[in-house]
């Protein structure tokens, strides 16, 4: 990464912790945070576990985030969460457009544009995902997938909402399999997102905006991913249920 941008490292805990299992988490995360710390740290516990997330980690730089969030303020959406919802029990980030959504909970670049702006509105800031399947790689639609999901997913943003987000490069293929992008790989689809920002909302916008790389992140790849000149930090999953290996993310994310 560049040194304008201030790494990002978030670690996305997905259907996993209880309420007891994620404060101990969250406590033993603050407590190892390097000092300085020149990382945003954020943590993504499930809904039932934010409140009592926040609560342990007040006073602390580590920064809360839902996984989800539905568009509507509220009203009868039986199940779903409202970005003042967040708000309200402390999130200051939420996880949009996750490929996990996109493949079993039928999201759609429709509606992650749509979550997208009911978060901004709340002031959260949004972290898109967006990325390609193994199909779409070895079809060589990787960079023609990610225009797609850029063009829909931020339909109707200007710069300063756009300004707002978080991006996040997570290959489908790479999540949760231990098969990681190389710095490579993830490099020249980073650069692709940053150059197709620039085209639709300026360089000084695109220049400014972090885009996380995620799949299969461990303390063992962290350093030869960062090194890339576009890649701003890393949205972890497997490696950010142990307090010590996402530590050490953080403190190689650096
Ligand atoms: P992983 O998940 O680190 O377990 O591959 C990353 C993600 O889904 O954000």
């Given at each position: 990464?560049?040194?304008?941008?201030?790494?990002?490292?978030?670690?996305?805990?997905?259907?996993h912790?209880t309420?007891?299992?994620?404060?101990i988490?969250?406590?033993?995360?603050?407590?190892g945070?390097p000092?300085?710390?020149?990382?945003?740290v954020?943590?993504?516990?499930?809904?039932?576990?934010?409140?009592?997330?926040?609560?342990?980690i007040?006073?602390?730089p580590?920064?809360l985030?839902?996984?989800?969030?539905?568009?509507?303020?509220?009203?009868?959406?039986t199940?779903?969460?409202?970005?003042?919802?967040?708000t309200?029990?402390?999130?200051r980030l939420?996880?949009?457009g996750?490929?996990?959504?996109?493949?079993?909970?039928?999201?759609?670049?429709?509606?992650?544009n749509k979550?997208?702006?009911?978060?901004l509105?709340?002031?959260?800031?949004?972290?898109?995902?967006i990325?390609?399947?193994?199909?779409?790689?070895?079809?060589?639609?990787t960079?023609t997938?990610?225009a797609?999901?850029?063009?829909?997913?931020?339909l109707?943003?200007?710069p300063?909402?756009?300004?707002?987000?978080?991006?996040?490069?997570?290959p489908v293929w790479?999540?949760?399999?231990?098969?990681?992008?190389?710095?490579a790989?993830?490099?020249?689809?980073?650069?692709?997102?940053?150059?197709?920002?620039?085209?639709?909302?300026?360089?000084?916008?695109?220049?400014g905006l972090?885009i996380?790389?995620?799949?299969?992140?461990?303390?063992?790849n962290?350093?030869?991913?960062?090194?890339?000149p576009?890649?701003?930090?890393?949205?972890?999953?497997g490696?950010?249920?142990?307090?010590?290996?996402?530590?050490?993310?953080v403190?190689?994310?650096?």
């Amino acid at each position: 990464m560049t040194q304008t941008r201030t790494p990002m490292v978030a670690g996305n805990w997905k259907m996993h912790k209880t309420v007891a299992e994620a404060q101990i988490l969250a406590r033993e995360i603050c407590r190892g945070l390097p000092v300085p710390l020149t990382v945003d740290v954020v943590v993504a516990p499930p809904y039932t576990a934010l409140t009592a997330v926040a609560r342990e980690i007040q006073g602390s730089p580590l920064a809360l985030a839902a996984q989800d969030v539905f568009w509507e303020s509220q009203g009868a959406f039986t199940g779903a969460i409202s970005p003042m919802m967040l708000t309200d029990a402390g999130c200051r980030l939420v996880i949009i457009g996750h490929s996990e959504r996109r493949q079993y909970f039928g999201e759609t670049d429709d509606s992650v544009n749509k979550k997208i702006k009911a978060a901004l509105q709340a002031g959260l800031t949004p972290i898109v995902c967006i990325g390609e399947t193994l199909a779409q790689r070895e079809a060589q639609e990787t960079l023609t997938i990610i225009a797609s999901q850029l063009n829909n997913g931020l339909l109707g943003l200007g710069p300063a909402e756009v300004g707002r987000l978080v991006m996040a490069y997570e290959p489908v293929w790479a999540i949760g399999t231990g098969r990681t992008a190389t710095p490579a790989q993830a490099q020249e689809v980073h650069h692709f997102i940053r150059h197709w920002l620039r085209d639709q909302v300026g360089s000084t916008v695109a220049e400014g905006l972090r885009i996380l790389y995620g799949g299969s992140v461990t303390p063992e790849n962290i350093r030869d991913l960062m090194d890339a000149p576009d890649i701003d930090g890393a949205l972890v999953g497997g490696a950010s249920l142990q307090a010590a290996s996402f530590l050490k993310i953080v403190a190689l994310g650096a």
